[in-house]
C-alpha cells in the first residue's frame, strides 16, 4: 500500500474577491512521496495561486476563497496556519533577495532548524551537509548581501531543504538568473532533492534553460497543465503529456524544451537531432513571396543580400571616445568626498564605439562586467572617469520597470516630462504599445509584461535619437519578450538607434543587427551580430553559450537573413505576440 | 562579529564589545533614568568624565571617531545650555540690553547640557561596541523579545541595507525623463524626491511582504524553539552591571554629602 501522499489536493476551487471568474477551478492532484511534478500553463493560468494554496497562504493570507480541500504530508490547510504548514513544505522563490533574510548564511540556515527546535549541537552539521547538497560549502562564512545571484539562490535552496520537509516548491527558482548562476542553481537543485528526497512541484518559464542539455528529461517526470481557466488540462508522464499539449502551449507563449517548441512548429518530434525537424526548419529559412513588399526591411530586418550593412542605417547618434567607467567617479563630484572614491577601480576601460541611427545594438557579456554601469554612463547619468560620451541626450529603459514609475496612472506615466500640449502624442504612444485599455490603472498594479511595455512606450514618447534598455527581456514570458523585441524594431525603423544588454543570445539573434561585448574591462567585440556569436575566442573570453538551436543555425545558414526568417518563423508560432506586420506575414 | 553590520564606529574585539547587550542597554537606560533626577552641573560632569574615561579605555575607539560621535550631542547640549542661560529667571549675573544672564540659567542649563554628554558618551560606547545582530539574539533570549519581533527587524535591517542602492537607481531611473534645467542639470525639487520616495515605498513594500513568506516558510513563529549560538551572559557582565551601579550610586552619594547635588528644587529656587 502507496504511503500516505505528500500532498494531495481534490476538487479545489479558488476565486479572488475581484475577480469575476475563478482561478483554480476543480484541480484534484495526488502526489506520492518522493515524487517530483511540473506545472505548465501561459501566464494568468493558476500555477502561483495553486502553489499558494498549498502553502496555505491561499485563503489564510491572501483574501480569497477556496473551496474542495488541500492536505500535506496529511495536513489539512484549512485547519493549519501557514505557520504550522512551513514544517512540511520548503519554499525557493524566483528572487535570491526576498528569499534570503537575514545577515549570515550561517543564521539563514540555521533559523529554520531553530523554529523546528532543533538541539543546538546538532545545527550545525546539518549546515554544512546541507550547504554541501547545494555545492556552497564555501559559503557558510558568508554574509548574505554579497552573495551573487545564483549564490544567493542556492543558499535558500538549502535553507528551504534543511529542515528536511516532505515537499519542495520551486517558484520559478532560476527566472533571474544569468547563465552561470544558472547552471549553478540547475545543479544544486538535482544534488540537494537527490540528499533529502522530497516530493518536488516546480513552476518555471524557461524550461529550456531549465531542462539544459538533457532536453525534457531534465524536466521532473510527472507533469500538469494548467489551462486558461484554471482547470487541469493534463496530467501525466512529461514527455506524453508535452507533446500532447506543445501546439497550445506554444500558442500561449509558454516557454518550451526546443524540442517541444520544434513539434509545436513543425509537427515532428524528435528535436533539432531528427533529419525531418531539420528539413522543416530549413524550409522556413527560405525567403517567401511578398517578403520584399513587406515590412522587414523597414521593421529591423537586415536585407536579403545580407552581409553589407542595410541602407536604413543612418548617421552617427552616439559617440563613446576613450570612456573609462567606473562606479567611483560619479562619488567624487559630490562635496564631500568619500572615502571609497579614492580606490574605486575602472569598470571599464578604453570603450570606443558609436550607435547610429536605425541600427539595433546588442550589449553582451557575463554579470558583473559592468554593463548596466556602461548604459547608465552613456545615458549620462554616471559621469565617465575618462574619455567622453558625445550626442543628443539618450532615452534608457531599467532592468526593474517599477524603478522608472513615477505617475498614479498609465496615462500619467506617459505624459511625464512631456511639453504640456502633447495629448495627442499620449493617446497615439498609448494606442501602439496596446496599452490604451489600460491607461487609468496604477503602473504598479499591472502585469510584468504591461509594466515593461509602459516602461518602453513612456521612454520612446520622449524624442530622443537614442534609446538604451538594460535587460528589457529579463523575466518576461515568451510572448511579452517577442513583444518587446518588436516596439524596438519599431522605434529602429522610424530612425532610433537602439543600444540594449541582454543574457538572452536567442532573443539577441532575432532582434539585433550588430553586438558589443564586454569582458576583461573593456570592449573585446563590436561587429555585425553573427560575426560575433560566430567567433568562439570571443564567446569563451565573454562567458556566452549559444543555446542549441543558436548553434545549429550558425552551423547550417551562411547567411543572416536565412537564421533570421528561422528564428522570425518560430516566433510566429506564439499568438498574439506580435504587434509588427511582418510576422503575420511569416507564418507558418 | 558580524562587518555586516558594524560601522566605521564598530570597536569589535574590544573588553566592552565582549559584554553582554541587553546588560549594556540596561545599563544605559538605568543611567539615563538616575540622570533625570539631577539638576546641579557637578555631577552630571563628574559622571561625564568618569563615563568618558571608562569608555574610551574598554573600547579603544580612535579619537576621531570618539569626536564625531560627540557632534550630535554636543550640538543639542548646548542649544539647550543657551536656551536656558538666556531665558531663565533668577539672580541676574550679565545683562546687555534684552539679553541677561542668571546665575540659575547657567547652573540649569549647564546641568542639562552635561546630562546630554552623559547620556551621549553612554550611547556612543553602546553603539560602539554591540554588533546589531548580537543586540537583536540577546533581547530575544534574555529580555524575551518574541521571535517573529526579532527576526522580522533582522530582516528589515538587511532590506535596510540595499535600500541606498535602490534608492540610487530610482533616482536614476527617474531622471532620464525629466526635463531638464535651462543651464542643463537635472532637476532637484522636492516633488522628484518625493515621487523617488514613493516609487521606493511601493518597491519596499512589495519585498518586505516577500520576505515575510520566506520567514514564515521557514517555520518562523513555531513552538518550541531553539537558540543554535546563544549570547553569553555571565558572571563578568553581572560584575560589570553591578560596578557601574556602584560607582553611579556613589557619585550621587558624595555629590550629596559635600553639599553639589541638586534636584528638582533647582529648577524653582
Known amino acids: 500500500m502507496p504511503a500516505e501522499p505528500a500532498l494531495q489536493l481534490t476538487d479545489v476551487s479558488v476565486e479572488f474577491p ?72 520548503g519554499v525557493l522563490s524566483q528572487d535570491p533577495s526576498s528569499g534570503v533574510c537575514l545577515p549570515d548564511v550561517e543564521q539563514e540556515l540555521a533559523l529554520p532548524l531553530e523554529n523546528r527546535a532543533v538541539p543546538p549541537e546538532q545545527i550545525s552539521a546539518r549546515i554544512d551537509h546541507a550547504l554541501a547538497a547545494v555545492g556552497a560549502a564555501g559559503l557558510r562564512q558568508r554574509q548574505t548581501d554579497r552573495l551573487s545571484g545564483g549564490e544567493g539562490q542556492r543558499v535558500a535552496l538549502a535553507a528551504s531543504l534543511i529542515a528536511e520537509p516532505a ?130 526591411r523597414g521593421l529591423g530586418m537586415p536585407n536579403d543580400d545580407g552581409a553589407s550593412p542595410a541602407p536604413r542605417i543612418g548617421d552617427t547618434v552616439l559617440t ?17 568626498p568619500r572615502r571609497t572614491a579614492e580606490t574605486a577601480p575602472a569598470i571599464l576601460k578604453h570603450v570606443n564605439f558609436e550607435l547610429r541611427r536605425g541600427e539595433i545594438t546588442a550589449l553582451l557579456g557575463a554579470n558583473g562586467t559592468g554593463k548596466t554601469s556602461l548604459l547608465l554612463t552613456l545615458a549620462g547619468l554616471l559621469p565617465p572617469a575618462e574619455g567622453s560620451v558625445a550626442g543628443a541626450r539618450p532615452g534608457m529603459v531599467f532592468q526593474n520597470p517599477e524603478h522608472q514609475f513615477v505617475a498614479h496612472s498609465v496615462v500619467d506615466e506617459v505624459r511625464h516630462g512631456l511639453p504640456g500640449d502633447a495629448g495627442r502624442l499620449v493617446k497615439t504612444v ?69 543600444f540594449f544588454s541582454s543574457h538572452d543570445l536567442r532573443t539577441v539573434a532575432t532582434l ?60 510566429a508560432a506564439v499568438s498574439g505576440a506580435t504587434t509588427a506586420p511582418q510576422l503575420s506575414g511569416s507564418r507558418v | 562579529m558580524t562587518a555586516a553590520t558594524t560601522s566605521a564606529f564598530t570597536a569589535s574585539g574590544s573588553v566592552l564589545a565582549r559584554r553582554n547587550p541587553t546588560v549594556k542597554l540596561a545599563l544605559l537606560f538605568v543611567v539615563s533614568l538616575a540622570m533625570v533626577f539631577v539638576f546641579d552641573p557637578v555631577t552630571p560632569a563628574v559622571l561625564y568624565i568618569v563615563a568618558l574615561a571608562t569608555i574610551q579605555a574598554s573600547t579603544r575607539l580612535p579619537v576621531k571617531a ?7 550631542f554636543v550640538a543639542f547640549g548646548l ?76 530582516a528589515g535591517y538587511r532590506m535596510l541595507q540595499e535600500m541606498p542602492r535602490e534608492w540610487q537607481t530610482i533616482r536614476q531611473a527617474h531622471a532620464v525623463r525629466a526635463r531638464l534645467r535651462p543651464d542643463g542639470t537635472l532637476p532637484r525639487g522636492l516633488s522628484a524626491y518625493r515621487r523617488a520616495a514613493f516609487a521606493l515605498l511601493v518597491v519596499s513594500v512589495r519585498k518586505g511582504e516577500r520576505m515575510a513568506q520566506s520567514l514564515e516558510s521557514r517555520g518562523l513563529g513555531l513552538s518550541p524553539r531553539t537558540t543554535w549560538r546563544k549570547i553569553p551572559l555571565n558572571s563578568t557582565d553581572w560584575l560589570m552591571a553591578t560596578t557601574v551601579l556602584a560607582v553611579l550610586g556613589g557619585i550621587l552619594a558624595l555629590s550629596h554629602i559635600l553639599g553639589f547635588l541638586e534636584g528638582y528644587d533647582a529648577l524653582f529656587s
Open chain 1, 18 to 89: 475581484r475577480r469575476d471568474s475563478a482561478v483554480l477551478r476543480g484541480v484534484t492532484l495526488r502526489l506520492d512521496p518522493g515524487e517530483h511534478l511540473i506545472v505548465f500553463g501561459a501566464s494568468g493560468s493558476g500555477k502561483s495561486t495553486l502553489l499558494q494554496a498549498i502553502t496555505g497562504v491561499v485563503p489564510h493570507t491572501v483574501l480569497s476563497t477556496l473551496t474542495g480541500s488541500v492536505s500535506v504530508n496529511g495536513t489539512s490547510t484549512i485547519d493549519a496556519s501557514v505557520v504550522e504548514l512551513s514544517r512540511h513544505i
Open chain 1, 167 to 296: 515537499l519542495l516548491l520551486l517558484d520559478e527558482p532560476t527566472s533571474m538568473l544569468d547563465p552561470a548562476g544558472l547552471t549553478a542553481v540547475r545543479q544544486a537543485i538535482d544534488a540537494a532533492t537527490a540528499a533529502f528526497g522530497p516530493s518536488v512541484v516546480l513552476v518555471e518559464h524557461r524550461l529550456d534553460d531549465y531542462a539544459g542539455p538533457a532536453g525534457i528529461a531534465g524536466l521532473p517526470e510527472r507533469a500538469v497543465v494548467l489551462g486558461d481557466d484554471g482547470r487541469v488540462l493534463a496530467d501525466g508522464d512529461t514527455a506524453a503529456v508535452l507533446a500532447g499539449s506543445a501546439g497550445q502551449l506554444n500558442a500561449r507563449g509558454c516557454w518550451l524544451p526546443l524540442e517541444t517548441e520544434l513539434l509545436a512548429v513543425t509537427g515532428r518530434p524528435g528535436g533539432l537531432a531528427t533529419p525531418e525537424v531539420r528539413a522543416a526548419l530549413r524550409a522556413l529559412a527560405l525567403p517567401r513571396e511578398g517578403d520584399d513588399l513587406q515590412a522587414p
Open chain 1, 320 to 336: 563613446a571616445r576613450n570612456v573609462c567607467v567606473s562606479r567611483g567617479a560619479e562619488l567624487k563630484k559630490r562635496r564631500r
Open chain 1, 430 to 498: 498609448l494606442d501602439q504599445h496596446r496599452l490604451i485599455h489600460l491607461a487609468d490603472q496604477s503602473p504598479f498594479r499591472l502585469s510584468g509584461g504591461e509594466k515593461r511595455r509602459l516602461s518602453v512606450a513612456a521612454m520612446l514618447a520622449h524624442d530622443r535619437p537614442s534609446l538604451l534598455a538594460d535587460e528589457p527581456t529579463f523575466g518576461l514570458d515568451r510572448r511579452d519578450t517577442i513583444a518587446t523585441a518588436a516596439a524596438f524594431r519599431q522605434a529602429a525603423a522610424a530612425g532610433r538607434a537602439i
Open chain 1, 512 to 571: 539585433a543587427d550588430r553586438a558589443v561585448v564586454v569582458a576583461e574591462h573593456t570592449v573585446i567585440a563590436d561587429g555585425a551580430i553573427f560575426d560575433v556569436l560566430r567567433d568562439p575566442d570571443v564567446l569563451m573570453r565573454a562567458g556566452l553559450r549559444l543555446p542549441p538551436l543558436l548553434d545549429w543555425l550558425l552551423a547550417e545558414f551562411d547567411s543572416a537573413p536565412d537564421i533570421r526568417r528561422v528564428l522570425n518563423g518560430l516566433d
Open chain 2, 66 to 72: 570618539m569626536a564625531l560621535g560627540h557632534v550630535p
Open chain 2, 79 to 154: 542649544g539647550i545650555f543657551l536656551v536656558n542661560a538666556l531665558s531663565r529667571p533668577g539672580q541676574i549675573l550679565w545683562e546687555a540690553g534684552p539679553v541677561r544672564v542668571t546665575v540659575e540659567g547657567l547652573s540649569v542649563g549647564g546641568s542639562l547640557a552635561l546630562r546630554t554628554l552623559v547620556i551621549g558618551i553612554l550611547a556612543i560606547g553602546f553603539v560602539a561596541s554591540t554588533d546589531g545582530v548580537a543586540l537583536m539574539g540577546s533581547l530575544h533570549q534574555h529580555a524575551r523579545l518574541g521571535s517573529r519581533v526579532t527576526y522580522a527587524v533582522l
